[in-house]
């Protein structure tokens, strides 16, 4: 990483619908792990029922907590659903918007989760938003185009202003969960072009401050080659996200780049 970036590396773990109260707690238990808070952040996005345990265990550690999803509306007749404001009212920091299996499975779609991105902001809250080609995509060589396009929409009428409270996700749907990473050289390239979309959406200058994550099959063998690269600014981990011991060794090596 150069010396001009002073970007922090974000360490933020996605647990999906896994972890219960109890191994909750015994997780963060065990995530006694030093690191330089002006380098490192680490953030857990965990399931709804366990954000007030975390967020209990948590209160006095650098740790962050944050959800997974949310409605777009403060409140009213959405059975089922998690309004941002709820988030914000138990002390949740970060939620994570748009990951490719809420959009496929849930119906998510880039003007949703732009509804999505106005409401996390207007309450305060960080939003990590996912973007990402398919396979399909990639091999028809419009993976580009696709994250442009996702870009524009998610991030459509969001002031500069608030540019500070959001943070990329880049996640090729090709490599979450099954063990084929990103070279470190597809991710730069596509991180990279993340960051000059942005500074068209916005100016340069604020492209520069957006913390940009690399998602899928991230773990301790590979993170360290993945976090250096220059528009990578740490990564979102899912499956090994659910190791402490492996999730502390990221955040070891992210403290030692
Ligand atoms: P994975 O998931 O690390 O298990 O590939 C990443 C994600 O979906 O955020």
Redesign the pocket.
Do not use: F, M, P
């Given at each position: 990483m150069s010396v001009l970036n002073k970007r922090k590396i974000l360490v933020a773990g996605?647990w999906?619908m896994n972890n219960n109260n109890k191994e909750t707690e015994a997780f963060l238990e065990n995530l006694n792990v030093e690191f330089n808070n002006e380098k490192v952040e680490v953030l857990l996005c965990v399931p709804y029922t366990n954000l007030g345990v975390a967020l209990n265990l948590t209160k006095n550690s650098n740790v962050k907590i944050g959800a997974q999803n949310c409605h777009f509306k403060e409140n009213g007749a959405y059975t089922g659903e998690i309004s941002p404001l709820m988030l914000k009212e138990i002390g949740a920091e970060y939620v994570?918007l748009g990951?490719?299996?809420r959009r496929e499975y849930f119906n998510e779609t880039d003007e949703t989760v732009n509804l999505k991105l106005q409401a996390v902001l207007k309450n305060e809250l960080k939003a990590v938003v996912?973007v990402g080609e398919t396979l399909k995509q990639r091999e028809d060589k419009i993976t580009k185009e696709i994250i442009s396009m996702q870009l524009k929409k998610g991030l459509k009428n969001i002031l500069e202003e608030h540019v500070k409270n959001i943070i990329i996700?880049y996640?090729p749907i090709w490599?979450?969960?099954?063990g084929k990473t990103a070279s470190k050289e597809q991710a730069q390239e596509v991180c990279e072009h993340i960051r000059n979309v942005l500074g068209e959406i916005f100016s340069k200058e604020k492209a520069e401050e957006i913390l940009i994550l690399y998602?899928?099959?991230?773990?301790a063998v590979n993170c360290e080659e993945i976090f250096k690269q220059k528009d990578i600014d740490g990564?979102?981990?899912?499956?090994?996200?659910l190791n402490v011991s492996e999730f502390k060794e990221m955040i070891s090596i992210a403290n030692g780049i």
């Open positions: 996605n999906k994570i990951h490719s299996e996912c996700a996640e490599a979450i969960g099954t998602g899928g099959s991230v773990k990564g979102l981990i899912g499956g090994a996200s």
